[in-house]
């Protein structure tokens, strides 16, 4: 099993470019989540989803879209992209509001 | 909604002395607790959890978590750290559909 990949491992950006970050599980997981990681502030919830077809936002979702059409796949869009996106973005999957299994990341710069 | 607060931001010690964080929680329903870390340049990965039953939760490579009910806490521990514990430490509860993460603990062992 590969687990939870993330793709690209690294991306940057000019400033109101757009981009998707694709996150894939082979667990079979239900519950997916897009996070972004910036020194000091943790782990910030943008988006989630409970299952296929479904989305639902979460703490910092403004200048994000999601996408699950497939329940192994949760995509992360940027559509006009600024520097306060830079960022490292997690993608994580669960079977149910329990241990989180997370992606390798991707770094992410807006010049 | 739930929160999580870590105290003490960085830490920094010498090899085989002991290591407490901090973990406050704040959550109305059913506590569900977990301890992650994230050695440097990897992704997160789960350190301990608690759900219910013995309150003193024990995790990989020696580390443990008390869950204190009237005091909000999940705090973590390790007797003696070694300088491969060098890492971020985080902190989440669980709640509607998601974890929420606190700020996380930067733990730095010096050889």
């Known amino acids: 099993n590969a687990g939870v990949t993330q793709t690209p491992k690294f991306r940057v950006l000019k400033t109101g470019q757009s981009m998707t970050l694709l996150c894939a599980q082979d667990m079979n997981h239900e519950y997916m989540y897009w996070y972004r990681q910036d020194p000091g502030m943790g782990l910030r919830l943008i988006h989630y989803s409970v299952g296929e077809g479904t989305t639902a936002k979460g703490e910092v979702p403004d200048g994000y879209n999601v996408s699950r059409l497939k329940k192994q796949n949760f995509l992360l869009g940027l559509e006009s992209a600024a520097p306060s996106q830079t960022s490292v973005y997690f993608c994580?999957?669960?079977?149910?509001?329990?241990?989180?299994?997370f992606g390798p990341g991707t770094r992410l710069t807006v010049l | 909604a739930q929160s999580v607060s870590q105290h003490n931001h960085h830490v920094i010690l010498s090899e085989a002395a002991s290591l407490e964080l901090g973990c406050n929680y704040s959550?109305?329903?059913?506590?569900?607790l977990f301890w992650y870390v994230q050695y440097p340049g990897q992704h997160l990965q789960l350190l301990l959890k608690?759900?219910?039953?013995?309150?003193l939760v024990k995790g990989i490579k020696g580390f443990e978590a008390e869950f204190i009910k009237s005091k909000f806490s999940f705090n973590l521990r390790k007797p003696s750290v070694q300088w491969s514990d060098t890492a971020e430490y985080f902190c989440?509860?669980?709640?509607?559909?998601?974890?929420?993460f606190g700020k996380g603990n930067q733990v730095v062992v010096i050889p």
């Open positions: 959550y109305g329903g059913t506590v569900n």
């Open positions: 994580a999957s669960s079977y149910e509001v329990d241990t989180q299994y």
């Open positions: 608690y759900f219910s039953g013995d309150p």
């Open positions: 989440a509860v669980k709640g509607n559909n998601r974890l929420a």
